[in-house]
Nanobody, 125 residues
Framework: VQLQASGGGLVQAGGSLRLSCAASGRTVSSYVMGWFRRAPGKEREFVAGIFRNGASTYYSDSVKGRFTISRDNARTTVYLQMNSLKPEDTAVYYC???????????????????WGQGTLVTVSS
């Protein structure tokens, strides 16, 4: 499966952005989907994950309550709605997919086989 992330940009602190991750090649309804980010000089970190049925979602503590992950299996797209953005949210955001992620490993980037190219989010203070 090929993933294409989009929706990044420059926004002021307190603003909102919605990232999209479009899949091609096959449906992603059977995949666990995740969003990760890498800030300058930092390691890649987990942001949010969503399981196949869309009912189970997981967030890092740093974004919980501000970001929402959702999926549209019919359109093979996963979204990350980001509200109340902070300068520390500035990073390149990546979407990822894998069929075999289990709950205990959803936050681990190494378990995901498929990755999008990343989209840059810059939050100004």
């Amino acid at each position: 499966v090929q993933l294409q992330a989009s929706g990044g940009g420059l926004v002021q602190a307190g603003g909102s952005l919605r990232l999209s991750c479009a899949a091609s090649g096959r449906t992603v309804s059977s995949y666990v989907m995740g969003w990760f980010r890498r800030a300058p000089g930092k390691e890649r970190e987990f942001v949010a994950g969503i399981f196949r049925n869309g009912a189970s979602t997981y967030y890092s503590d740093s974004v919980k309550g501000r970001f929402t992950i959702s999926r549209d299996n019919a359109r093979t797209t996963v979204y990350l709605q980001m509200n109340s953005l902070k300068p520390e949210d500035t990073a390149v955001y990546y979407c990822a997919a894998d069929r075999n992620v289990i709950l205990s490993r959803v936050r681990m980037p190494d378990v995901y086989d498929y990755w999008g190219q990343g989209t840059l989010v810059t939050v100004s203070s």
